[in-house]
């Protein structure tokens, strides 16, 4: 048994061909869905990137009870359960974060792994003159957004480094994505003769900012009335205040490193074609979440609610144990959660209690129902609920109360806690599914903007795709607060949690 992981950062899901998209480039994606199963109700879990990550690893949601952080000493990891019941499990990527404080244990839960640098303000190249004269420069170039806090980003020093890594990378051939993929297709020229391997390529691409080269630029015409000096390739987490010269712009840039990663999935595609490992091979190719290319309002994610534009994955599956389930397409609720499960149960391997996804093979096989209801979000955030037809967005009913990181692995983002934060800690009692240890629970002071304040909000997905009416439907709304009740439940969210969300 083998498999490979295709995984992409921020991949819109309405933006490819396979879904309906007709105006961008993916003829790949579309050569993709021939092969495999592609899932029209794939929904996100724990966001953003790293939470999301985490999820990979355990097959758990995590947001209820911390925010971006590494693998848990408890945590139990589908590449390291790989690893350790003979299965060899190797990554590839250029995703920067999980060389950072705050992803630090992911990649060492492999049997082995590769990296590519450069992306977005990747601590790669050093020219001093970049970092010491360029200060105006990146002032007026791109804006974060001012309520960032500053233990998650230092914007001078993520545009900076990103305009040097930029020197670095002016052939396609020396992108990271291009390094990436050209070691995992390393990787399966090596070993595709030999069994019992999974292999994760991953890059952060589609993510911003949106840098590619001419080549693909091209397949967008377009004049753009900004200044030239500035790419205007970067957007903010921050409501749209440009002008629909710039939108578009931006919506164009995007896309064309949309079809950068449409090609480099082509590559990957070749080889199972080369190698026949269309028989013996399961393919999966899937993202962490979408991201608002100012739809509501909006550029980027975490700083407002999770619309279907971020919360509404794609997901494509090829089992060569059923290879008559190819260019179907299945309506059954899946997460990100059911990934890790799916993939030990296909290696044969039992499922660790505390992993509360799926299996995706009854869904593969016959659209059978694994959920009835997708819970996902932010820490500390609002909490969302789906069926598919309709979307619950839950905001806290007390606000005012604190919100806590439980963890032993106390790091944020890019940095560690602070002492000031840990000053106030305190040694809780185990949750259930944390094998006997002991947390810390940790004020969340620092931490990434909560919707609360967008209110509660209910929409039909069905006649109101766009989400721009809400309804008022109390059994609908109840309906949906008890199944994050029953979702907090089995996940043993923290007691205090709902009494701020009112539950």
Not at 138 to 166: L, Y
Request: net charge negative; aromatic share 12%.
């Amino acid at each position: 048994m083998k498999a490979v992981m295709v995984m992409f950062d921020s991949l819109r899901r309405d933006l490819l061909e396979p879904y309906g998209c007709n105006w961008t480039i993916t003829p790949n994606f579309t050569r993709l869905a021939r092969h495999c199963v592609t899932f029209d109700q794939s929904w996100a879990g724990s966001l953003p990137c790293m939470p999301a990550r985490r999820e990979l690893h355990t097959g758990r949601a995590n947001f209820y009870h911390r925010s971006w952080g590494p693998v848990e000493p408890y945590d139990d990891s589908m590449p390291q359960i790989l690893r350790q019941k003979g299965i060899y499990s190797h990554l590839v990527s250029d995703h920067q974060h999980y060389w950072e404080d705050g992803g630090c244990t992911y990649h060492n839960r492999y049997s082995s792994w590769e990296c590519a640098r450069g992306q977005e303000g990747d601590k790669w190249k050093a020219d001093l003159s970049v970092h010491y004269e360029g200060k105006t420069v990146f002032e007026g170039k791109r804006k974060m957004i001012e309520e960032t806090p500053e233990s998650f980003f230092s914007s001078e020093s993520m545009f900076s480094h990103d305009e040097v890594n930029r020197k670095e990378m002016e052939s396609d051939e020396k992108t990271s994505q291009a390094v990436t993929f050209a070691m995992g297709l390393e990787f399966i020229d090596r070993n595709h003769s030999h069994d019992n391997w999974f292999l994760q390529i991953e890059t952060f691409d589609p993510h911003e900012p949106f840098y590619s080269l001419s080549s693909d630029k091209a397949l967008y015409p377009h004049t753009f009335l900004g200044d030239a000096e500035m790419e205007a390739d970067w957007p903010p987490y921050a409501p749209v205040a440009e002008d629909e010269n710039t939108i578009e712009h931006v919506r164009y840039e995007y896309a064309a490193l949309l079809t950068k990663c449409d090609r480099y999935l082509g590559y990957v595609l070749d080889a199972f074609d080369k190698y026949n490992l269309w028989e013996d091979t399961m393919l999966i190719v899937n993202t962490d979440h979408g991201f608002l290319l100012s739809e509501h309002g909006w550029w980027g994610k975490t700083n407002m609610p999770v619309y279907t534009e971020i919360g509404h994955t794609p997901l494509f599956i090829h089992d060569p144990r059923h290879k008559d389930m190819q260019g179907v397409r299945r309506q059954a609720l899946v997460q990100t959660v059911d990934l890790p499960v799916t993939i030990l149960r296909y290696f044969n391997l039992e499922v660790p209690h505390d992993m509360l996804g799926h299996d995706l093979e009854p869904v593969i096989v016959s659209d059978g129902k694994v959920r009835d209801t997708a819970v996902f979000g932010y820490h500390g955030s609002q909490v969302y609920a789906t069926d598919g037809h309709y979307l619950y967005m839950h905001s806290a009913e007390h606000p005012e109360m604190p919100v806590y990181d439980y963890t032993l692995m106390p790091t944020h983002m890019r940095v560690l806690f602070s002492p000031s934060e840990l000053a106030g800690a305190e040694l809780v009692k185990p949750f259930s599914f944390t094998k006997g240890c002991p947390l810390l629970k940790i004020e969340a002071v620092n931490r990434m903007g909560d919707t609360t304040s967008f209110g509660s909000a209910l929409y039909d997905l069905e006649k109101d795709p766009q989400q721009e009416n809400r309804l008022d439907d109390e059994n609908l709304i109840q309906h949906f607060k008890e199944e994050i009740h029953k979702d907090m439940d089995a996940n043993d969210a923290p007691s205090e949690l709902y009494e701020r969300l009112g539950l």
